[in-house]
């Protein structure tokens, strides 16, 4: 592969600077801000490799952009990608400009980069560099792009279902990825699933003078009293039956997280967080981790939030919770559990809209995807990765490639201080340069 | 007193034109926004008396503007009145300019026209006229204003023990009242003490992705957990102690709840409200709010509250609370139990900052300025007034009259749909001008 590689090393600069355009272009699913014009440029991008693009496009979805190159052989190899991003929000915890792509230190400093654009470009440079050094691909590759996971993929399901030609492969590289603490490639083989409920309360026309708390019912203290009643501080989730469909770990995986290196306790520290909920320490909490389903506060509104004191009594409150599910956890299924458990517990005046469901999914790890990528991570970094089960994120495993029987693995170019989802997301341009060898390195190897 | 009436119709739209200038300058104590310019303002209406004028400073603490006109006799009655504001916000919800000081279909539109310029403004046109067409007062009247009340007048005890013989009268026109849904006015002998927590919780040293919501701990769940702990669904406030010291209202008082007109039902329909907490209803939700305390959610935040959805686990959440007091519950010692039930219940990882505190106080159904307002509302606006034995709200009453040994009987110019600390807040012009005539009138009654 020396030939491949040193077109990488020649070419490096080129794909930074096409990296950093395409992160320039804010595409923010939440927002619905820059999505369309994003998804062009992975348009642009896919036919400048000769691939045979097609935009599918469904009301009220962003588009999916779907490539295929034929190559030899008859194995086809999936890559999943998403142009959308998180919020930049908030702004003022950002030290570089959330879309401004600037290189500081030898990161590259954006939203999104880590989380996927990066790996996106990474993937098509490295089909470039196959097909500029060699003429042709070792096998047929197709990529899909979605513009919506950010916002639990809406949409896919549909494409999915309507067009399962552009998904139908042999195996699939999932998303995205990254190094632990010492620098290790971590591999990934699953994705929690999701339910995200946005919850408010109403109350009064407007927002009351406090002294009338004595007797006009409070939307803040409705929400609080109803989200306790989801949760206790022994981090029990108090939904009745959320738990009943959860599928135990296999040995396989059970003993994939007890030979993982992961030093949760330098995550805790690099993250600025004291202690892990429970009490919990090393394998424990890389188990829970891996393992327990969540139910989290991503957001909470009511009232008064600015500086001093004002005695209102407000006249809305609002929550948002993500619950990420593990195998064989169903998000409609939970979602129904939840709305029941409100309501019987009295608490039918909140409203609960939901913005985002997915299956959890995970890949036998004994699928031959899993040691063809292994291989390729251990011959170009001379350092044996770690095989995670599952992401303790959320993906669209199960509508990409699970529901298909196409068993994926995740893997990418960020790191344990990339911040994913927050403020000064960034990686490392070495391992943006190093991921574009890699996944050329892993279609040549899985040509077999 | 129809001479002083005649003069009053005569230069009503010039009073109204003075008041509007005063509501146009903000004066925003939470925000420190124009208080200085605002204490100004007062200070010069009140030299334009001819009245002595003294403005006592103390450090960090807005002015308060003293002023003293002597009159015949040897009674004296203090005016207590605060030039400071609420803060504007929610902006989007006033359909009037918050400081434009709008007048549109009768009404004067403006923060802080009902609470409390337009109050302060009618009672120094009162002096005016009683000066202008007599010549002399029948009593000595004294001013104390100040510049702290919405943010709890922390520096206002100081200011008093101080200076003690500006608040030295035999009587006190307290601040504020209005009219209830039939226009009748109310007259209030009391006010409610406060406490107000600024409550913080830190976690992570970002937004992190909530995917570590399975070990990282969620300082919004942190928040929540220990705000359900301060009071249950039963409106029960759970802090050890909170309610041993409350004084049973005494049989004065509770007659008075008995004999008022109010509808408390008509009130929760002019605020947009269904129903009042525990189902009350009629004269069992006025005593409540005359008579319990309460434990008031004011405003929460925690990470995302944008559109759409956002994976994060917030890095710190923020809870504002006030609980209003009644005799003879103190509020340190509130503060304090506040404080150790939230480290004996494990959250001690609160950070807990007080906002304001205020002593409750009531007046004395019985005392003799109480019978002189009476008598002067019913001989100007021929309908008796409505005696409530406590305002709802919290004023400082305590430190103007209460530690004196000085009774007060708060009216006022508002009425039920004033909107004291929402948006819009607004008065009739009408109101304004009678509450010019009926504080004349009870100036020359109180002479006696």
Same mark, same amino acid.
């Given at each position: 592969?020396?030939?491949?590689?040193?077109?990488?090393?020649?070419?490096?600069?080129?794909?930074?600077?096409?990296?950093?355009?395409?992160? =320039?272009?804010?595409?923010?699913?939440?927002?619905?801000?820059?999505?369309?014009?994003?998804?062009?440029?992975?348009?642009?991008?896919?036919?400048?490799?000769?691939?045979?693009?097609?935009?599918? %496009?469904?009301?009220?979805?962003?588009?999916?952009?779907?490539?295929?190159?034929?190559?030899? &052989?008859?194995?086809?190899?999936?890559?999943?990608?998403?142009?959308?991003?998180?919020?930049?929000?908030?702004?003022?915890?950002?030290?570089?400009?959330?879309?401004?792509?600037?290189?500081?230190?030898?990161? !590259?400093?954006? =939203?999104?980069?880590?989380?996927?654009?990066?790996? !996106?470009?990474? %993937?098509?440079?490295?089909?470039?560099?196959?097909?500029?050094?060699?003429?042709?691909?070792?096998?047929?590759?197709?990529?899909?792009?979605?513009?919506?996971?950010?916002?639990?993929?809406?949409?896919?399901?549909?494409?999915?279902?309507?067009?399962?030609?552009?998904?139908?492969?042999?195996?699939?590289?999932?998303?995205?990825?990254? =190094?632990?603490?010492?620098?290790?490639l971590?591999?990934?083989?699953?994705?929690?699933?999701?339910?995200?409920?946005?919850?408010?309360?109403?109350?009064?026309?407007?927002?009351?003078?406090?002294?009338?708390?004595?007797?006009?019912?409070?939307?803040?203290? %409705?929400?609080?009293?109803?989200?306790?009643?989801?949760?206790?501080?022994?981090?029990?989730?108090?939904?009745?039956?959320?738990?009943?469909?959860?599928?135990?770990?296999?040995?396989?995986?059970?003993?994939?997280?007890?030979?993982?290196?992961?030093?949760?306790?330098?995550?805790?520290?690099?993250?600025?967080?004291?202690?892990?909920?429970? &009490?919990?320490?090393?394998?424990?909490?890389?188990?829970?981790?891996?393992?327990?389903?969540?139910?989290?506060?991503?957001?909470?509104?009511?009232?008064?939030?600015?500086?001093?004191?004002?005695?209102?009594?407000?006249?809305?409150?609002?929550?948002?919770?993500?619950?990420?599910?593990?195998?064989?956890?169903?998000?409609?299924?939970?979602?129904?559990?939840?709305?029941?458990?409100? =309501?019987?517990?009295?608490?039918?005046?909140?409203?609960?809209?939901? !913005?985002?469901?997915?299956?959890?999914?995970?890949?036998?790890?004994?699928?031959?995807?899993?040691?063809?990528v292994r291989d390729a991570v251990v011959e170009l970094y001379r350092k044996e990765p770690?095989?995670?089960?599952?992401?303790?994120?959320?993906?669209?495993?199960?509508?990409?490639?699970?529901?298909?029987?196409?068993?994926?693995?995740?893997?990418?170019? &960020?790191?344990?201080?990339?911040?994913?989802?927050?403020?000064?997301?960034?990686?490392?341009?070495?391992?943006?340069?190093?991921?574009?060898?890699?996944?050329?390195?892993?279609?040549?190897?899985?040509?077999?």
């Amino acid at each position: 592969m020396k030939d491949v590689f040193d077109y990488v090393d020649q070419h490096g600069p080129e794909c930074v600077r096409e990296l950093q355009a395409f992160l =320039r272009q804010p595409s923010i699913s939440a927002q619905g801000k820059g999505v369309a014009e994003a998804a062009k440029m992975v348009e642009r991008m896919f036919s400048s490799l000769g691939a045979k693009v097609e935009v599918f %496009r469904a009301e009220g979805a962003a588009p999916l952009v779907a490539a295929e190159i034929r190559g030899d &052989g008859e194995r086809a190899l999936l890559f999943y990608n998403h142009y959308d991003v998180q919020p930049p929000e908030p702004l003022d915890r950002w030290e570089h400009e959330p879309f401004g792509a600037e290189i500081d230190g030898g990161r !590259l400093y954006a =939203r999104g980069v880590a989380d996927n654009k990066g790996d !996106l470009v990474a %993937r098509i440079k490295a089909v470039e560099a196959l097909l500029e050094v060699r003429g042709r691909l070792p096998v047929t590759v197709k990529f899909v792009a979605e513009g919506e996971e950010e916002i639990g993929s809406p949409g896919l399901d549909r494409y999915a279902k309507e067009h399962p030609e552009a998904f139908s492969a042999d195996a699939c590289i999932w998303e995205t990825g990254g =190094r632990d603490e010492e620098g290790r490639l971590e591999l990934t083989l699953g994705c929690k699933g999701l339910c995200y409920a946005h919850i408010e309360v109403e109350g009064g026309s407007y927002d009351l003078h406090s002294s009338l708390a004595a007797v006009v019912p409070n939307p803040a203290w %409705r929400l609080l009293w109803a989200l306790n009643s989801l949760k206790n501080e022994k981090e029990e989730i108090l939904i009745p039956g959320f738990y009943d469909d959860i599928r135990q770990p296999g040995p396989g995986e059970a003993e994939l997280v007890e030979s993982l290196p992961s030093s949760p306790e330098r995550l805790a520290k690099s993250l600025g967080v004291e202690r892990f909920v429970l &009490g919990l320490a090393g394998k424990d909490a890389l188990k829970r981790l891996c393992f327990e389903p969540t139910c989290n506060v991503c957001g909470l509104s009511a009232g008064y939030e600015g500086p001093g004191s004002k005695t209102v009594l407000p006249s809305k409150a609002m929550a948002k919770i993500d619950m990420r599910l593990v195998p064989d956890q169903r998000p409609d299924d939970i979602a129904r559990k939840f709305e029941d458990h409100l =309501r019987a517990s009295g608490f039918d005046d909140l409203r609960v809209t939901w !913005l985002g469901a997915e299956h959890p999914a995970r890949t036998d790890p004994n699928a031959r995807i899993v040691r063809v990528v292994r291989d390729a991570v251990v011959e170009l970094y001379r350092k044996e990765p770690s095989l995670h089960p599952t992401s303790a994120g959320t993906g669209p495993m199960y509508q990409v490639a699970a529901q298909f029987g196409t068993p994926a693995v995740g893997i990418g170019i &960020g790191n344990v201080a990339s911040r994913v989802h927050g403020p000064d997301e960034n990686v490392n341009v070495s391992d943006f340069l190093e991921g574009i060898k890699c996944m050329a390195l892993v279609l040549e190897r899985f040509a077999g």
